[in-house]
């Protein structure tokens, strides 16, 4: 029996990204990149990132900082998780509609 992937099971659009940012904790400061985000989500390439269950910050270029824990996490990756969706995910939302011109395009669409 074959289910579907994570991937596949995911109910928001995920955009693939090429975006810099930085992942905070524990006083540590390092440099990630992004590699998709979501309206719920991110995901990070990072060398030794922090273990699953950490809640850490996310500080995304040109957009600022959200909370985020840390729900999958390998040697070079990690899973991220909106934790507090209600007050980030429709500016994030937003946000990356606008940086990769989906906006635009539906305007242009929808005249």
């Not at 507090?84 to 940086?99: C, F, G, I, K, T």
Request: negative net charge.
């Amino acid at each position: 029996m074959t289910g579907a992937s994570g991937a596949e099971r995911r109910k928001e659009r995920r955009y693939q990204v090429e975006m810099h940012g930085e992942l905070r904790w524990d006083g540590k400061a390092v440099p990630v990149q992004i590699a998709d985000l979501s309206a719920s989500g991110a995901l990070l390439m990072i060398q030794d990132p922090p273990p699953a269950g950490s809640v850490v910050d996310l500080w995304i270029d040109d957009f600022g900082v959200v909370e985020v824990e840390v729900v999958h996490s390998g040697k070079t990756f990690c899973g991220l998780a909106l934790a507090n969706p209600a007050a980030d995910r429709d500016d994030l939302l937003e946000w990356l509609r606008q940086e990769t011109g989906e906006a635009a395009a539906e305007a242009a669409q929808h005249p």
